[in-house]
């Protein structure tokens, strides 16, 4: 089944400790890309990566970091998560750029 | 600064009747809009497109009109079902483009 795959589902940790969300896709698609999603906000790009190696930032890429080394993997790292990062974050895929893209299940994460 | 504007938070329709969605957009650069439709605990799903060299697209029950003039596109789903029920996000850019601006989302609640 074509799918992006994120884990944690949930995540709850505390100011400071590093984490790391992680995103897989089995549609060899080239395009990835990380958003967050909170009230009042809707959908908010933080990293996106059009291949291998290449990223780039989206709308709030403050205290996100990203990488790309494979092509099905673009996992989200939060060095130093603080409690304004607390939110919804989804992970997406597409073979170019914005068309359809498809979209993890949701990683909720709480940061205290 | 929102550029992709969903200005109702909800929406409740009788069943087999007619669903309106609305959304607004300020950037006269987007020229791809897009509708995602999201469950409970599930990631946003891809639904439908325009471009705009159209004005209309239609699949299924489902129907997107786009008013380049007035910076409006609207989603129609006719007849409204009970499964139809979930949160519903526009979503714009410029074809092809890095980054989709999400709107905020519209609740709809078909009432059997």
Known sequence: EAQVTQNPRYLITVTGKKLTVTCSQNMNHEYMSWYRQDPGLGLRQIYYSMNVEVTDKGDVPEGYKVSRKEKRNFPLILESPSPNQTSLYFCASSLQGSYGYTFGSGTRLTVV | ?112
């Not at chain 2, 596109?73 to 410029?94: E, K, M, T």
Request: glycine share 8%; net charge neutral; charged share 15%.
């Open chain 2, 1 to 112: 600064d929102q550029q992709v504007k969903q200005n109702s938070p909800s929406l409740s329709v009788q069943e087999g009747r007619i669903s309106i969605l609305n959304c607004d957009y300020t950037n006269s650069m987007f020229d791809y809009f897009l509708w995602y439709k999201k469950y409970p605990a599930e990631g946003p799903t891809f639904l439908i497109s325009i471009s705009s060299i159209k004005d209309k697209n239609e699949d299924g029950r489902f129907t997107v009109f786009l008013n380049k003039s007035a910076k409006h596109l609207s989603l129609h789903i006719v007849p409204s079902q009970p499964g139809d029920s979930a949160v519903y996000f526009c979503a714009a850019g410029p074809l092809g483009a890095n980054n989709l601006f999400f709107g905020t989302g519209t609740r709809l609640t078909v009432i059997p």
